[in-house]
């Protein structure tokens, strides 16, 4: 009898065996027609939104860089935004060396060329004879010349415009409140400025007479200006 009732415990001890890993099989197998669960380590990155790719293609250029910035017109290389290109010149009202005031809004309907300057820089004293030359050349189309000094006294500015045979006006701006009302913030800088008032063309001091010559077609059309 005791072998027969250890080969039924036996028996049953298997049968549970058996059980136990027919449960753990269907309850470990993937439950039909659900999405697969990606393992612990795995991790999915969000898609961007379509409103985010489009913000950053649009501040990118083709080749990756920034997108670039526009130019002052005339081709003087300095951005627009620095010359208020296209934009009413500002006020410019200052005592002139030797008496009297330039007024820029006096000079309307002349093609003026405004020039912030220093006795002290070296441009200017390379400069000043080349815009000697382009007045003497394009007074008669109506050209006007203005230098403005900032902040010397004006036996300085006199000595130097004698030395330099300007024959254009200076004035003078003693507190530097004109400059930086013109954001002329680095000397010498030359602004164009149309018969209108409007401000065509900018170059930072230290040009040569090719982009003399080319800030003043921006506001002398129809006329031959030449270097």
Known sequence: MWPRLSIVAGLLTGIAAAALVLGGILFLA????????PPPSASIPPSP?????GAASA?????????PSASAGGGSGGPAAAFHVGEQAPALVVPQVGGGTIDLRNLKGSPVWVNFMGTYCPPCVDEFPRMNGFLARYASDGLVIIAVDVKEDEGAVAAFAEQLNATFPLGLDSDGSVAARWDAVALPVHFWI?????????ALGGIGPDIMARGLRTIMPGVDVQP
């Open 194 to 202: 149309d018969k209108d008032g409007i401000i065509r063309d900018g």
């Open 49 to 53: 939104s379509p409103a985010a790719s």
């Open 30 to 37: 993937p439950v039909p027609g659900a999405a697969p669960t």
């Open 59 to 67: 501040g990118a250029s083709p080749s990756g860089g920034a997108s």
